[in-house]
């Protein structure tokens, strides 16, 4: 499974996760996002990517977007069949 949704799940699963964890989740997610859509432009990776990197902001921006993330995570599980 993808690192960073692997967090995000956690995030709303309740674990113990910390806001620096998030953050950090959120910025190399979106640079793995760019890097897999310039390279795959359309291609089902780049999507998935950029699931996931939506997935990671929204769980970094605060619980207020739980249901946010967790529709990223279902695209994310939908496009990699996850």
Same mark, same amino acid.
């Given at each position: 499974?993808?690192? =960073?949704?692997?967090?995000?799940?956690?995030?709303?699963?309740?674990?113990?996760?910390?806001?620096?964890?998030?953050?950090?989740?959120?910025?190399?997610?979106?640079?793995?996002?760019?890097?897999?859509?310039?390279? =795959?432009? =359309?291609?089902?990776?780049?999507?998935?990517?950029?699931?996931?990197? =939506?997935?990671?902001?929204?769980?970094?921006?605060?619980?207020?977007?739980?249901?946010?993330?967790?529709?990223?995570?279902?695209?994310?599980?939908?496009?990699?069949?996850?």
């Amino acid at each position: 499974m993808n690192k =960073h949704i692997a967090l995000v799940k956690r995030w709303l699963a309740g674990e113990d996760v910390t806001t620096e964890e998030l953050r950090a989740n959120s910025v190399d997610a979106v640079s793995r996002a760019y890097a897999a859509e310039a390279t =795959h432009a =359309h291609a089902p990776a780049a999507d998935a990517a950029a699931a996931a990197a =939506h997935a990671a902001e929204a769980a970094a921006r605060a619980a207020r977007v739980a249901a946010v993330a967790a529709r990223w995570v279902k695209k994310y599980e939908e496009l990699t069949n996850e």
